[in-house]
């Protein structure tokens, strides 16, 4: 089958700029002592003009390549098209990589702005997002956890994009327990480095013919630990061991014995890895080697960087559903079919059919929430990380961790609903692979299941965040929500919305006492933990986006209808009127079905899914 | 010797709506012109050839000061800028007049690059103007420059033919819009160009007054008629000769 188009990229820097310009405070992060002296906020119209510019120009024309020409596996080496590597070193020799990890890069971007622009990046071209979005975490890692000697050696090539690297956990028999992981790590004679041998598998990146080496960043058990996740070791296991001048040197054992066949993604090499089929791999620890105890820092570590990549695929289920809300849009706006119920006499382009214009706003509504949610996430961790206010550095901590599985799951899930959505727009076009929202559903996918199904986001929120410090976390979380209510509930125009929001506030706690009745019964948490984070999700979503529209709503009134910035204001309060009439209320229903504790799915025989 | 490149700031017009057939302009941010950009590219190009020193040269408004980043981002090492809110929508005399008095300022200039036209009146007047007021060579629609010493090969495409010219530096040209691909800055360099020198003139440091009339005026700018003729035929044969009376079949 020939096709013709696979992708169309498309986005715009609107709403980013109005997030990083009029909502949250980039000043608070630009006068840190990190960034002080650098970026301004007067710099981040023409970065983020010139990051989409990128986007578009030289990564986005690669698409097309990695989804149909995809990736040849020969010989144990991947093969990847040209484009591929054109996109992957303009990413990073424009600074857009793992550059804005290293802490003594003077021209790195705060993590908020950096996440801005990945959106624009992924959604260019899904399938090579996986090959340089590791490089920051896992360079994070051995800037934190390493040796000198490590640091010294893997560093600068890593930041750089030099040498890409990957995080290698799964394994064929240890997937989301991955403290069942059989890799071992053997002792040698010199402190720190180890004998690898094992097999993981899924791992993004694994192998390419991109960089000139590999860094994999692969959790073994050493010898003698503990088992279970508590005895697991992070180990740094160059494809090729450095040389003495830090060069590529000898081969270091690390084979790749296949790629994955996959539905999306296809550019993207999803491996098998097996370290030390020779015997002959090592491995550098990170960090210290367990005690007696048998405890290694291994998941610990590692769970760094996984919190990032939680993000990242949040960020990049919305990233491909914003480039399908806007091919939709604009199909919408040329696509002539049928008469509109307001203009019976002449057809009409589809955007004037009320059912059309609801899949955009639902569309529109659900993207900019899930963006929101994001990048305030993002800019949590950059203050957290950089701020001098040890109040807001304590208050960006907790938020962190309840704002993570938030934003890798609801974003996720809800992606595809959007990116569903923009496909029916389409109509059978819509399915056709000649029209570009059908490979964007395929790719976006995958962010669902890879680091941590959403199932194991679901558990973290109801398990973990919501019982942090026996529920008091959790608890301000919501009180802020409750206070920004309280605060604001007179607000002229929006008195529908508040009055909604107090009552999607009020059935969510009733949803809570609700969860709590029943919580005790083995399994009940599990069967409804998906739904309670799908009802965060909107809470929150509700919560942002009327705090955005606040801002839009004045801004209306001091432009006016004439200005030609009008159209964005104006849809900003549009987003967040449709989310929580429409939206937000269905936290309401799920607070009544969680008052019929059913039990089905706890009793019904498993046979009944084989008649 | 130094290479300069005149940039003018142009209303963005990707964020212009129309209205009633006309532009709203008003609060629009300001860009570079389009093929400016590529002026700036080509100044580049010549600047990483010959180790010549670039500097870009602009009129307008306060503006200027931070439309112009994205030049010094791209690859010029400084800027020189007439800045005055009295200069929004001036005339292309006035332009080529302080552009001109500009460049006086500037030691050592062999070439001094234009776009063909700017991104908004696209005049074409600005560059011809410059060359005469600085009694200099100017060759337009430029598609290729090559530098060598005290002269430059010029390849000019016309509308059936390349021609090729030799001429002495210092001189003048008017580049067009596909002599090269603008390239996109790094976000290090976007960072570089806040700190790169800029030289700020005021009207009186060039001794221009602005003339108090306008000699042209613009008196209405529409954006054209796009309404379908709404033609109704009722067979194939009215189809045809339909089309034939507009010139799209049968010519």
Not at chain 1, 220 to 235: C, M
Not at chain 1, 478 to 496: H, P, R, S, T, V
Not at chain 2, 111 to 127: P, T
Not at chain 2, 144 to 151: A, Q
Request: charged letters at 25%.
């Amino acid at each position: 089958m020939k096709k013709t188009m696979a992708s169309n990229f498309m986005n715009t820097t609107r709403d980013h700029k109005f997030i990083l310009k009029e909502w949250l405070d980039m000043n608070k992060v630009f006068e840190t002592e990190r960034f002080k002296g650098g970026y301004s906020v007067d710099d981040l119209d023409f970065i983020l003009d010139n990051a989409l510019k990128g986007a578009k120009e030289m990564v986005a024309p690669g698409c097309a390549d990695s989804d149909q020409i995809g990736l040849k596996f020969e010989n144990g080496q991947v093969i990847t098209p040209q484009s591929t590597k054109d996109g992957y070193f303009f990413i990073m020799n424009n600074g857009f990589g793992a550059t804005n990890a290293d802490p003594q890069d003077e021209s790195a971007m705060p993590q908020t702005l950096v996440w801005a622009i990945y959106e624009y990046l992924i959604g260019a071209n899904p399938s090579i997002g996986t090959l340089w979005l590791a490089g920051s975490g896992a360079a994070g890692l051995v800037e934190d956890f390493g040796s000198e000697e490590l640091k010294k050696t893997y560093l600068a090539k890593m930041y750089s994009g030099q040498w890409a690297a990957t995080m290698d956990l799964t394994e064929p028999s240890a997937g989301s327990d991955v403290g069942d992981l059989t890799s071992k790590a053997i002792p040698t004679d010199k402190p720190g480095v180890y004998k690898i041998k094992g097999t993981k598998c899924f791992i993004s990146g694994g192998e390419q013919d991109i960089t000139e080496n590999i860094i994999h960043l692969a959790l073994a058990r050493i010898e003698g630990a503990a088992p279970g996740t508590k005895g697991v070791s992070l180990f740094v296991v160059p494809k090729y061991l450095p040389d003495a001048n830090g060069e590529v040197g000898e081969f270091n054992d690390v084979n790749c014995a296949g790629i994955e066949h996959k539905m999306g993604l296809k550019g993207s090499p999803t491996c098998v890895i097996n370290f030390g089929e020779e015997n002959n791999c090592l491995g550098f620890l990170l960090g210290e080697a367990p005690g007696e105890d048998g405890a290694g820092r291994g998941l610990m570590q590692m769970f760094k960087m996984m919190n990032e990549e939680r993000l990242m695929s949040g960020i990049s289920g919305m990233a491909l559903a914003a480039v399908a809300y806007h091919n939709s849009a604009q199909y919408a706006s040329e696509r002539i079919q049928g008469r509109a119920a307001a203009n019976p006499k002449v057809r009409a382009q589809i955007i004037k059919h009320e059912d059309v214009k609801r899949m955009l706003m639902f569309q529109k509504a659900h993207i900019e929430a899930y963006r929101a949610m994001a990048l305030a996430t993002f800019y949590q961790i950059d203050i957290e990380k950089w701020s001098s206010d040890a109040e807001l550095v304590k208050k960006s901590k907790k938020y962190l961790e309840i704002n993570t599985p938030i934003v890798k799951a609801y974003c996720s899930d809800g992606a595809l609903n959007c990116i569903s959505e923009a496909l029916q727009i389409y109509g059978g076009y819509g399915f056709s692979e000649e029209y570009p929202v059908a490979e964007l559903y395929r790719d976006a996918r995958i962010y669902p299941i890879w680091e941590g199904t959403n199932f194991i986001q679901s558990m973290d929120l109801v398990g973990r965040k919501m019982t942090m410090k026996k529920g008091e976390v959790f608890a301000e979380w919501l009180n802020e929500i409750q206070n920004f209510i309280e605060a604001n509930k007179a607000a002229a125009g929006f008195e529908k919305e508040f009055e909604i929001l107090q009552k999607g506030m009020n059935n969510y706690r009733e949803m809570q006492k609700n969860l709590g009745a029943i919580m005790a019964q083995p399994g009940m948490v599990q069967q409804y933990a998906t739904r309670v984070l799908h009802a965060t999700g909107k809470l929150y979503g509700a919560f942002l986006l009327i705090d955005q529209a606040l801002i839009a709503q004045k801004k209306i009134a001091e432009l006016g209808k004439e200005h030609f910035d009008y159209s964005f204001y104006a849809g900003k309060v549009a987003s967040a009127s449709f989310f929580i009439k429409n939206i937000l209320p269905e936290i309401g229903a799920f607070a009544e079905v969680l008052k019929n504790t059913d039990t089905t799915i706890l009793e019904v025989p498993e046979e009944v899914f084989f008649v | 010797m130094n290479i300069i490149v005149a940039m003018k700031q142009v209303p963005d017009l990707q964020q212009v709506r129309i209205r009633n057939r006309e532009p709203v302009i008003e609060g629009v941010p300001y860009t570079l012109g389009i093929i400016d950009k590529n002026a700036l590219e080509a100044g580049i190009q010549l600047k990483e050839a010959t180790g010549s020193n670039l500097i870009v040269v602009s009129a307008g408004n306060e503006e200027v000061e931070e439309t112009i980043k994205e030049a010094l981002a791209a690859g010029a090492d400084e800027a020189y800028l007439v800045l005055d809110d009295k200069l929004d929508g001036m005339e292309s005399s006035l332009t080529a007049s302080l552009l001109a008095a500009t460049i006086k300022k500037i030691e050592e200039v062999g070439l001094v690059i234009f776009g063909e036209g700017s991104g908004d009146n696209y005049s074409g007047q600005v560059g011809s103007r410059v060359a005469e007021i600085l009694d200099l060579p100017q060759v337009g629609y430029v598609s290729k420059i090559e530098l060598d010493g005290t002269t430059a090969k010029i390849t000019r495409s016309l509308e059936d033919c390349e021609e090729l010219l030799e001429v002495q530096l210092p001189m003048v040209v008017t580049v067009l819009g596909d002599i090269n691909e603008p390239r996109i800055p790094s976000v290090s360099q976007i960072l570089k160009a806040g700190r790169k020198p800029k030289e700020i003139l005021e009207l009186d440091d060039l001794d221009i007054e602005i003339p108090k009339d306008k000699k042209i005026s613009t008196l209405s700018n529409l954006a054209p008629e796009t309404d379908r003729k709404r033609v109704a035929v009722k067979s194939v044969s009215d189809l045809i000769t339909a089309l034939q009376a507009e010139g799209f079949v049968g010519r």
